[in-house]
Every structure is written in structure tokens, then in C-alpha cells.
């Protein structure tokens, strides 16, 4: 298991960016992929962007893709998603996970840690 904390979510307008940051400890960081994922009211939780243990191979949902950026920094053990133009129906709360395998999968299932999630909220 990885223990995984957030941080950088908030309220913010239309066409805004916002940085979210994950950081994980428990095991080594390049054993696993990590991704973002996020839930809106009322919605099923989906898969926002991934990426690989060594960021070779990330992948975007279709929703987000040329505006969300995903990082990961192993010296900090941390990954990044960076926000732009952001929309009112990326409102949502996102959560960052680690992967059962180093290998990026956009499918829920195949991570096995979750964080606690962070509210991102985009007022139009």
C-alpha cells in the first residue's frame, strides 16, 4: 500500500489554472504508475490523466486533453497535475492514485491506493 496526500484544490473562475499536488510514501515510487482521477456530484468517478512509473507512456481523457498536464517528480515523490483553462465542468472532487503495476492503465481498478480526494471547483 501507498499512502497518498493532496493538495492545491480550491475555487476558482473560468478559463483559470490550478496545480494539484500528490505525495506518496509506503513504496518505492518507481514500482508503480500513478494517476488522477475525479468524481462529480452526483457522477461516477472517472479517469482524468496517467502516467507511466517513468512518465514514458501517459495518457488524457479525451475531456481534458491540451488543458491538463500530469507529472511526477521521483525526487519528491510526488505527482503533479497542472490545470489550464479550466471549465465549470471540471468541477469536481479529484483524487490522485497509485497503480498495482509501474504500467499506466486508465481504468479504476487497477490501482490499489487512493488519496483522500481534493474539491476543485470551477465557477463560470
Known amino acids: 500500500q501507498v499512502l497518498l496526500v493532496e493538495s492545491g484544490g480550491g475555487l476558482v473562475q473560468a478559463g483559470d489554472s490550478l496545480s494539484l499536488s500528490c505525495t506518496s510514501s509506503?513504496?518505492?515510487?518507481?514500482?508503480?504508475?500513478m494517476g488522477w482521477f475525479r468524481q462529480a456530484l452526483g457522477k461516477e468517478r472517472e479517469f482524468v490523466a496517467v502516467?507511466?512509473?517513468?512518465?514514458?507512456?501517459?495518457y488524457y481523457a479525451d475531456s481534458v486533453k491540451g488543458r491538463f498536464t500530469i507529472s511526477r517528480d521521483h525526487a519528491k515523490n510526488t505527482v503533479y497535475l497542472q490545470m489550464n483553462s479550466l471549465k465549470p465542468e471540471d468541477t469536481a472532487v479529484y483524487y490522485c492514485?497509485?497503480?498495482?503495476?509501474?504500467?499506466?492503465?486508465?481504468?479504476?481498478?487497477?490501482?490499489?491506493?487512493w488519496g483522500q480526494g481534493t474539491q476543485v471547483t470551477v465557477s463560470s
Open positions: 509506503g513504496r518505492t515510487a518507481t514500482t508503480y504508475a
Open positions: 502516467s507511466s512509473w517513468n512518465g514514458g507512456a501517459k
Open positions: 492514485a497509485a497503480g498495482e503495476t509501474p504500467y499506466a492503465s486508465t481504468v479504476a481498478t487497477r490501482y490499489n491506493s
